[in-house]
T-cell receptor, first 116, second 113 residues
Framework: GAVVSQHPSRVICKSGTSVKIECRSLDFQATTMFWYRQFPKQSLMLMAT?????????EQGVEKDKFLINHASLTLSTLTVTSAHPEDSSFYIC????????????FGPGTRLTVL | GENVEQHPSTLSVQEGDSAVIKCTYSDSASNYFPWYKQELGKGPQLIIDIRSNVGEKKDQRIAVTLNKTAKHFSLHITETQPEDSAVYFCAASIGAAGNKLTFGGGTRVLVKP
């Protein structure tokens, strides 16, 4: 199947700093990517839909100024957590839609963010 | 919006036994139902999916059934093995497979040797 990577896999930062997470589709072009957040022992919650060349669509309750999404190319979407606080600590997972595989979504390995 | 409920939240089975996980959904317009397996510290991996024009689908030891009238679908794992131990999520979406997914709460499966 198609491969989606995320970088970094783990990041620890101080409160008030910004953190950028990259999501890449390695062997296909993805016009649409999705960003999820997962707290320990909980389910995945969709944060936003990232569309190449246009603004992201955020889910209700997700602050767009807090979680900046940029989908500048067909293989890369980035999520920037601005002015991070301890409550932003979570597992962030992206997925990418592969039009060559019946639009199936392939998930990245996730990024563990810890804000001190 | 769509709401997906999943039961049970935890499931412990003996190796070789079967495991069944059930999900219900609220939006009758949903027509794509994937199941994912997530191991600790990793992203979810698709294990099987079903579309609303099919009632049942099987892939080796894994099968999924769908009842559109009742708005529920189930995952069946037969002859469980220790490597089946993981968290399993059901999901639902409206339209194509690549549309927005709503996930169930997850089921932590433990297969005891």
């Amino acid at each position: 199947g198609a491969v989606v990577s995320q970088h970094p896999s783990r990041v620890i930062c101080k409160s008030g700093t910004s953190v950028k997470i990259e999501c890449r589709s390695l062997d296909f072009q993805a016009t649409t990517m999705f960003w999820y957040r997962q707290f320990p022992k909980q389910s995945l919650m969709l944060m936003a839909t990232s569309n190449e060349g246009s603004k992201a669509t955020y889910e209700q309750g997700v602050e767009k100024d807090k979680f900046l999404i940029n989908h500048a190319s067909l293989t890369l979407s980035t999520l920037t957590v601005t002015s991070a606080h301890p409550e932003d600590s979570s597992f962030y997972i992206c997925s990418a839609r592969d039009p060559g595989s019946y639009n199936e979504q392939f998930f990245g390995p996730g990024t563990r963010l810890t804000v001190l | 919006g769509e709401n997906v409920e999943q039961h049970p939240s935890t499931l412990s089975v003996q190796e070789g036994d079967s495991a069944v996980i059930k999900c219900t959904y609220s939006d009758s317009a949903s027509n794509y139902f994937p199941w994912y397996k997530q191991e600790l510290g990793k992203g979810p991996q698709l294990i099987i999916d079903i579309r609303s024009n099919v009632g049942e689908k099987k892939d080796q030891r894994i099968a999924v059934t769908l009842n559109k009238t009742a708005k529920h679908f189930s995952l069946h794992i037969t002859e469980t093995q220790p490597e089946d131990s993981a968290v399993y999520f059901c999901a639902a979406s409206i339209g194509a497979a690549g549309n927005k997914l709503t996930f169930g709460g997850g089921t932590r499966v433990l297969v005891k040797p």
